[in-house]
């Protein structure tokens, strides 16, 4: 196994691709990106859970945001699928596959309100960006230049998004005022 494999599960099913890439490298990638796939798949589903479930005074706008990003991860999971087959793999994607090798805590089901939500979110799209982040370094150690760049891709994505949830969160301490004084508005 080479030095920059992250994953060391039973080699995946391989099928026969001209793709350059040495088989050993190739076969990491795959169980590294049936990893992700799995992950981005149970994240997916638990966004999708808080878009159908959020209740709350900001209803609206934290079901449009949750099913906005289930959609991105939606396209991700096609994205990575594809990633594994390209490199002689076989994509695991099915709930079941993703249920059993996923690394995503579960969301508590009790969960209604948004900002339990966001909070509960934000917690594993960090999760799931920290794990992008060391599959890229593997994929760079292993020079497969490719699967790092499509992970990267992701890894911005994830973090563009982690960004906006953790924006619900940072509000405004009482009492602080802008530009020095009660009622005045920010200085430019």
């Given at each position: 196994?080479?030095a920059?494999?992250?994953n060391?599960?039973?080699?995946?099913?391989?099928?026969?691709?001209?793709?350059?890439?040495?088989?050993?490298?190739?076969?990491s990638?795959?169980?590294?990106l049936?990893?992700?796939?799995?992950d981005?798949?149970d994240?997916?589903?638990?966004?999708?859970?808080?878009?159908?479930?959020v209740?709350?005074?900001?209803?609206?706008?934290?079901?449009?945001?949750?099913?906005?990003?289930a959609?991105?991860?939606t396209?991700?999971?096609d994205?990575?699928a594809?990633?594994?087959?390209?490199?002689?793999g076989?994509a695991?994607g099915?709930v079941?596959?993703a249920?059993?090798r996923s690394?995503i805590p579960e969301?508590?089901?009790?969960t209604?309100q948004?900002?339990?939500?966001?909070q509960q979110?934000?917690a594993r799209?960090?999760?799931?960006?920290t794990?992008?982040?060391?599959?890229?370094?593997?994929a760079?150690?292993?020079?497969d230049?490719?699967?790092?760049?499509?992970?990267?891709e992701?890894s911005?994505?994830?973090?563009?998004?982690?960004?906006?949830l953790?924006?619900?969160?940072?509000d405004?301490?009482q009492?602080q005022?802008?530009?020095?004084?009660?009622?005045?508005?920010?200085?430019?």
């Open positions: 196994m080479p920059g494999s992250v060391q599960q039973p080699e995946e099913r391989r099928f026969k691709t001209r793709n350059s890439l040495p088989d050993d490298v190739r076969s990638a795959c169980q590294n049936n990893q992700i796939l799995a981005t798949i994240l997916r589903t638990q966004v999708t859970a808080a878009h159908w479930n209740k709350g005074i900001n209803f609206y706008q934290f079901h449009e945001l949750f099913e906005e990003l959609e991105v991860l396209e991700y999971e994205r990575v594809e990633r594994v087959t390209a490199l002689g076989y695991r099915t079941r596959q249920a059993t690394h969301l508590p089901s009790a209604t948004g900002r339990a939500f966001v979110l934000a799209l960090a999760n799931f960006d794990s992008l982040y060391h599959h890229i370094r593997a760079e150690a292993d020079d230049l490719d699967t790092a760049d499509l992970l990267n992701i911005r994505e994830v973090s563009h998004y982690l960004w906006l953790e924006a619900h969160l940072q405004q301490p009492g005022v802008w530009g020095g004084g009660q009622g005045q508005s920010p200085q430019h």
